[in-house]
C-alpha cells in the first residue's frame, strides 16, 4: 500500500536526463549533436509561439521544432513518440520555471491524489464486500422464506387449462383446481382435501370450473361458479352444455354440487333487506334454470323461511351466495349453514361462505 509519499527527481537529474530532448528541439535536429547556447538562432520560415510558464513567464519556441510539421516517411508509433517526449519536454519547462511555492503546491497535489485514489480502492472494496453479504442476507432470507412456505403448504395445485378436458388421476394429498385469468373480475378454485381420484376436470372462461371425482369409492362433481354482472343470460346454460359434452356421468351418476357467487337474490322477500331493481332480470333466469333441470337451493330447504345473508360481511343485507343440489340429492344433506356469527371469515373475503355437510357411506 502507498504511503502517499512521492520520490522526485532532483533538478540536476532531471535537466540531465532532457538535455538531448531540450537540444533536439530547440535545434530542430534529430541525430544532430550541436551546442545550444544564446546564439542560436530560430529558423526564419519558423512561426513562434509562446506557453506561459511559471509565474507569468513565457518561452517562445518555434511551431516547426514541436513536431507540428512532421516528414511523410515517419510511421505512426515514431510520430506517437515524438508527441510523447514533446509532452515531457513542456512539462519540464513548466516545472523548471515553477517558483518554490508553486512546486511544493504541485508536490503536495500529488500526494493528495495520492492519498485520495487509495481511499476510493478502500472504500470501493468495502463497498463490494458489504454488497456481497448483503446479497447471502438476501439469497437466506429467500431460501428461509421458501422454506416456511414448502412447510405451510399442505396441499398440492393443478391450473386447469381452459376449455380442456383433464383426466388427472390419483391424488394422494389435499389438491386445489383453480383457473387460471389475467383479470381480477376473474377465477374460481375448488379444494379437495382428501385423497381422492380426479376422473374429469374442465374449466372455461375463468367463471367457472368442475371436477369428476372418487372419494371413498363414492363419485361427486363439484362445480365453482361466479356469475358476475357482466355475464351473458345464457351462463348457467353453457355449464351445463359443458357437461353433456364432456362428462355427462358426471351430472347424471355422482352426488352434483354447485356452489359459488352468483351476484343474484332469488326471493325478494326473503333474500334481501331492501330490493334492488338490478337483480330482477336475472333472478327470473336463474330461477327457471333451476327448474329445468330440476336443481334445489340446500340452504332454503333447509331454512323455508329464514333470514341470513352472505353480502357483505360488514354489513349483510342480500344473500347472493349458494349451494345447488339435485332434488334427488337432497336425502344426502346433512347440514347447511351460512355462519354469519363466525367473525374469522371478515379477514377471508367479503363474502360470507356457505357450509354444506353431506353423509358418507
Same mark, same amino acid.
Given at each position: 500500500?502507498?504511503? *502517499? $509519499?512521492?520520490?522526485?527527481?532532483?533538478?540536476?537529474?532531471?535537466? &540531465?536526463?532532457?538535455?538531448?530532448?531540450?537540444?533536439?528541439?530547440? @535545434?530542430?535536429?534529430?541525430?544532430?549533436?550541436?551546442?545550444?547556447?544564446?546564439?542560436?538562432? @530560430?529558423p526564419?520560415?519558423?512561426?513562434?509561439?509562446?506557453?506561459?510558464?511559471?509565474?507569468?513567464?513565457? /518561452?517562445?519556441?518555434?511551431?516547426?521544432?514541436? *513536431?507540428k510539421?512532421?516528414?511523410?516517411?515517419?510511421?505512426?508509433a515514431?510520430?506517437?513518440?515524438?508527441?510523447?517526449?514533446?509532452?515531457?519536454?513542456?512539462?519540464?519547462?513548466?516545472?523548471?520555471?515553477?517558483?518554490?511555492?508553486?512546486?511544493?503546491?504541485?508536490?503536495?497535489?500529488?500526494?493528495?491524489?495520492?492519498?485520495?485514489?487509495?481511499?476510493?480502492?478502500?472504500?470501493?472494496?468495502?463497498?463490494?464486500?458489504?454488497l456481497?453479504?448483503?446479497?447471502?442476507?438476501?439469497?437466506? $432470507?429467500?431460501?428461509?422464506? /421458501?422454506?416456511?412456505?414448502?412447510?405451510? @403448504?399442505?396441499? &398440492?395445485?393443478?391450473?386447469?387449462? &381452459?376449455? +380442456? %378436458?383433464?383426466?388427472?388421476? =390419483?391424488?394422494?394429498?389435499?389438491?386445489?383446481?383453480?383457473?387460471?385469468? &389475467?383479470?381480477?373480475s376473474?377465477?374460481?378454485?375448488?379444494?379437495?382435501?382428501?385423497?381422492? /381420484? %380426479?376422473?374429469?376436470?374442465?374449466s372455461?372462461?375463468?367463471?367457472?370450473?368442475?371436477?369428476?371425482?372418487?372419494?371413498?369409492?363414492?363419485? =361427486?362433481?363439484?362445480?365453482?361458479?361466479?356469475?358476475?354482472?357482466m355475464?351473458?343470460?345464457?351462463?348457467?346454460?353453457?355449464?351445463?352444455? $359443458?357437461?353433456?359434452?364432456?362428462?355427462?356421468?358426471?351430472?347424471?351418476?355422482?352426488?352434483?354440487?354447485? *356452489?359459488?357467487?352468483?351476484? +343474484? +337474490?332469488?326471493?325478494?322477500?326473503?333474500?334481501?333487506?331492501?330490493?334492488?331493481?338490478?337483480?330482477e332480470?336475472?333472478?327470473?333466469?336463474?330461477?327457471?334454470?333451476?327448474?329445468?333441470?330440476?336443481?334445489?337451493?340446500?340452504?332454503?330447504?333447509?331454512?323455508? $323461511?329464514?333470514?341470513?345473508?352472505?353480502?357483505? %360481511?360488514n354489513?349483510?343485507?342480500?344473500?347472493?351466495?349458494?349451494?345447488?343440489?339435485?332434488?334427488?340429492d337432497?336425502?344426502?344433506?346433512?347440514d %347447511?349453514?351460512?355462519?354469519?356469527?363466525?367473525?374469522?371469515?371478515?379477514?377471508?373475503?367479503?363474502? =360470507?361462505?356457505?357450509?354444506? @355437510?353431506? +353423509?358418507?357411506?
Open positions: 500500500m502507498a504511503d *502517499g $509519499s512521492v520520490k522526485e527527481k532532483s533538478e540536476d537529474e532531471r535537466h &540531465d536526463s532532457l538535455f538531448p530532448l531540450l537540444l533536439r528541439r530547440s @535545434t530542430g535536429g534529430e541525430d544532430e549533436e550541436k551546442s545550444v547556447g544564446a546564439d542560436t538562432e @530560430t526564419r520560415d519558423a512561426t513562434t509561439k509562446t506557453r506561459s510558464c511559471g509565474q507569468g513567464s513565457r /518561452i517562445a519556441y518555434p511551431e516547426t521544432h514541436l *513536431g510539421k512532421v516528414k511523410a516517411t515517419k510511421n505512426e515514431e510520430r506517437e513518440d515524438e508527441d510523447d517526449e514533446e509532452e515531457e519536454f513542456m512539462d519540464y519547462i513548466d516545472s523548471f520555471l515553477e517558483s518554490d511555492d508553486e512546486k511544493e503546491q504541485r508536490s503536495l497535489d500529488q500526494k493528495n491524489n495520492i492519498l485520495e485514489t487509495r481511499d476510493e480502492e478502500e472504500q470501493r472494496s468495502m463497498d463490494h464486500q458489504s456481497s453479504e448483503s446479497e447471502d442476507d438476501q439469497r437466506e $432470507s429467500e431460501n428461509e422464506i /421458501i422454506e416456511e412456505t414448502e412447510e405451510e @403448504t399442505f396441499y &398440492d395445485h393443478e391450473v386447469l387449462q &381452459d376449455k +380442456t %378436458c383433464l383426466e388427472l388421476g =390419483y391424488s394422494q394429498r389435499p389438491k386445489i383446481y383453480k383457473t387460471y385469468f &389475467d383479470s381480477r376473474r377465477g374460481v378454485a375448488i379444494l379437495v382435501n382428501k385423497p381422492h /381420484i %380426479c376422473l374429469k376436470a374442465y372455461e372462461g375463468g367463471d367457472f370450473a368442475w371436477i369428476y371425482t372418487e372419494i371413498d369409492e363414492e363419485k =361427486y362433481t363439484f362445480v365453482s361458479v361466479y356469475y358476475h354482472n355475464e351473458k343470460p345464457e351462463f348457467m346454460w353453457r355449464i351445463l352444455y $359443458s357437461f353433456l359434452l364432456h362428462g355427462p356421468k358426471a351430472w347424471t351418476e355422482s352426488r352434483l354440487v354447485i *356452489g359459488g357467487d352468483f351476484n +343474484t +337474490t332469488l326471493n325478494s322477500e326473503l333474500d334481501l333487506v331492501d330490493e334492488n331493481p338490478g337483480h332480470g336475472r333472478r327470473k333466469i336463474l330461477n327457471k334454470f333451476l327448474s329445468i333441470v330440476n336443481l334445489a337451493d340446500v340452504w332454503r330447504e333447509k331454512n323455508k $323461511s329464514g333470514r341470513k345473508y352472505t353480502f357483505s %360481511c354489513d349483510p343485507k342480500s344473500r347472493l351466495d349458494y349451494v345447488f343440489m339435485l332434488q334427488k337432497l336425502e344426502n344433506v346433512k %347447511c349453514d351460512i355462519p354469519v356469527d363466525q367473525t374469522k371469515f371478515r379477514k377471508l373475503s367479503d363474502h =360470507y361462505p356457505v357450509v354444506l @355437510t353431506l +353423509t358418507t357411506k
